[in-house]
């Protein structure tokens, strides 16, 4: 069943005084079932960046559409659109977006207080949470007091706590050492064997390689995928060395 369906994409911005535009997105199509984990690729400039703001609903389409279980984010009244984020997409990104004067704790909980939820939901569903994600003895802790690593366990906790229809996630690898990022990909990996659908952009071919497909984005078009298959991860890592190898040397993708 598709959760996602992206169809016709295009985004054109004019420059600053209006002489010119830019196609960010030209014709990008694709859909992602319920359960997938997806991971986008592509250059700088690709439309990566585009397209995810497209998807969060923190920007429109000039054409095409974006349905999320069938809903139009297009046709999101401007007034609703920060609860239908709230309520339907988790957010993961490389920085973290934490607060410094919160903790942990406070930090994850913040979700489900905008969204007006009872103390007794909210401290059910974080026990749960915080216990999957090894985050139990670190809630009291502000985000000064702990690691990259611990940071971004507790961004995917607040990303979870919503029980989100789809988590995007921008680069969640790029601000953590080699160490941190094995353990957010184990648990992204556990997450998604739960049932979670996970949407990825990111220039890492380690973390891509832990998904079950991968996407390439060129020139503001969806250029090629790899679908995981039978392959583990050190051979889809490879299979996407080589399309990114072809993307930069103008190849076409087999």
Do not use: C, W
């Amino acid at each position: 069943m598709s959760i996602l369906d992206v169809s016709g994409l295009k985004k054109v911005y004019t420059t600053r005084f209006g002489g010119g535009h830019v196609e960010a997105l030209r014709n990008v199509s694709f859909q992602v079932e319920q359960g997938e984990y997806v991971a986008i690729m592509g250059e700088s400039g690709s439309g990566k960046t585009t397209l995810l703001n497209i998807l969060a609903a923190l920007d429109r389409p000039t054409a095409g559409r974006v349905l999320l279980e069938g809903k139009d984010l297009a046709a999101i009244k401007e007034k609703d659109v920060a609860a239908f984020r709230r309520d339907n997409l988790g957010f993961v990104f490389q920085d973290f977006n934490l607060l410094d004067t919160f903790s942990l704790e406070d930090n994850i909980y913040l979700p489900l207080v905008l969204a007006g939820r009872p103390y007794g939901e909210m401290r059910q569903k974080l026990t749960s949470i915080a216990e999957q994600l090894g985050l139990t003895e670190l809630l009291a802790k502000y985000p000064y007091e702990v690691s990259g690593g611990q940071k971004q366990r507790a961004a995917v906790a607040r990303a979870l706590i919503t029980s989100p229809k789809l988590i995007l996630a921008d680069e969640p690898t790029g601000a953590l050492d080699s160490k941190a990022t094995d353990e957010l990909l184990r648990l992204f990996g556990a997450i998604n064997a739960t049932g979670q659908t996970i949407l990825m952009v990111t220039h890492s071919v380690k973390a891509a390689s832990h998904a079950g497909r991968v996407l390439f984005i060129k020139d503001g078009e969806v250029f090629h995928q790899i679908y995981r298959g039978d392959s583990d991860n050190e051979r889809l890592y490879q299979k996407i060395s080589d399309t990114l190898t072809m993307l930069a040397t103008g190849g076409d993708a087999q």
